[in-house]
């Protein structure tokens, strides 16, 4: 089965720097999709980026960029120029691309983000 | 844009009896999905639904859970005899199709058991 694993339960930034936050992931599957989802307090939850397995290139949304290693088994989400409405849960997320039936996002237990201003 | 809806934000109700939840996905979107997040915990998956049938289940999503796309538009999910642990955020999402496309999220229903 696969797992997902967010090891920083919390993370704090200054604003305008940048964080990273860690993501890796077991799977044995060839071909999947990665997931950063955010949840601000308002809980809903909001698709920041994703990658898809067979692409090389790192997925990147203005502020927001992945460094995906698929060896490794890992996909950091890295956002710049922290701002204050960052702030939120951010979960790592894996779903199979190969798999008939299996189209169910699987989620790691999420890192709490705060911004210091 | 278009997003998924849900109701209500908060239901609150006694155990044992039986609850609604309501979702609007996104019009052309053809999976349905529900998921739920106890608090402090991670998101888990429910069930996904395609042309009015189940297409997958968690072991979580038990007898005591149902779902249903009544009309066009609407997609629910139903607890028949809701339990203290049933607390929990309850999400909806769909996506155009199943592996490729993204789901997205409703802003969820607050579920609090007495």
């Known amino acids: 089965a696969q797992t997902v694993t967010q090891s920083q339960p919390e993370m704090s930034v200054q604003e305008a720097e940048t964080v990273t936050l860690s993501c890796t992931y077991d799977t044995s599957e060839s071909d999947y999709y990665l997931f950063w989802y955010k949840q601000p307090p308002s809980r809903q939850m909001i698709l920041v980026i994703r990658q898809e397995a067979y692409k090389q290139q790192n997925a990147t949304e203005n502020r927001f960029s992945v460094n995906f290693q698929k060896a490794a088994k890992s996909f950091s989400l890295k956002i710049s120029d922290s701002q204050l409405g960052d702030a939120a849960m951010y979960f790592c997320?894996?779903?199979?691309?190969?798999?008939?039936?299996?189209?169910?996002?699987?989620f790691g237990k999420g890192t709490k983000l705060s911004v210091k201003p | 844009e278009p997003e998924v809806t849900q109701t209500p934000s908060h239901q609150v109700t006694q155990m044992g009896q039986e609850v609604i939840l309501r979702c609007v996905p996104i019009s052309n979107h053809l999976y349905f999905y529900w998921y739920r997040q106890i608090l402090g915990q991670k998101v888990e998956f429910l069930v996904s639904f395609y042309n009015n049938e189940i297409s997958e289940k968690s072991e979580i999503f038990d007898d005591q859970f149902s779902v249903e796309r009544p009309d066009g538009s609407n997609f629910t999910l139903k607890i028949r005899s809701t339990k203290l642990e049933d607390s929990a955020m309850y999400f909806c999402a769909s996506s155009v199709r199943k592996n490729v496309d993204t789901q997205y999220f409703g802003p969820g229903t607050r579920l609090t058991v007495l």
């Open positions: 997320a894996y779903r199979s691309a190969v798999r008939p039936g299996q189209g169910n996002l699987i």
